[in-house]
Nanobody, 119 residues
Framework: QVELVESGGGWVQAGGSLRLSCAASGRTSSIYRVGWFRQAPGAERELITTIKWNGDSTWYIGSVKGRFAISRDNAKNTVCLQMNSLKPEDTAVYYC????????????WGQGTQVTVSS
């Protein structure tokens, strides 16, 4: 079993930056890929970026490409999301999640962290 805990959310003005962290514990060797999702008020949860737990493969949704960067520190079992040039439409609860096989469902979730971007 894997447990995930996010941190680093908060309030920032448009154009600012925030860095989110996702700390993994438990059977981390079983993780295949970690993703960051977000859910804005009244909207569905969307996957915005992923990184392979063992490897360099990353993916970004178009709306964050060039502004957000996902990274991984296996020694610390942590995945970070650096968010730059934030926009009010980035306001959401951000979740990290893990899957355990290629193309598998994300089965382990953190509790979420609020990011609020004011205009």
């Amino acid at each position: 079993q894997v447990e995930l805990v996010e941190s680093g959310g908060g309030w920032v003005q448009a154009g600012g930056s925030l860095r989110l962290s996702c700390a993994a514990s438990g059977r981390t060797s079983s993780i295949y890929r970690v993703g960051w999702f977000r859910q804005a008020p009244g909207a569905e949860r969307e996957l915005i970026t992923t990184i392979k737990w063992n490897g360099d493969s990353t993916w970004y949704i178009g709306s964050v490409k060039g502004r957000f960067a996902i990274s991984r520190d296996n020694a610390k079992n942590t995945v970070c999301l650096q968010m730059n040039s934030l926009k009010p439409e980035d306001t959401a609860v951000y979740y990290c999640a893990a899957n355990f096989v290629r193309f598998g469902k994300y089965d382990a979730w953190g509790q979420g962290t609020q990011v609020t971007v004011s205009s």
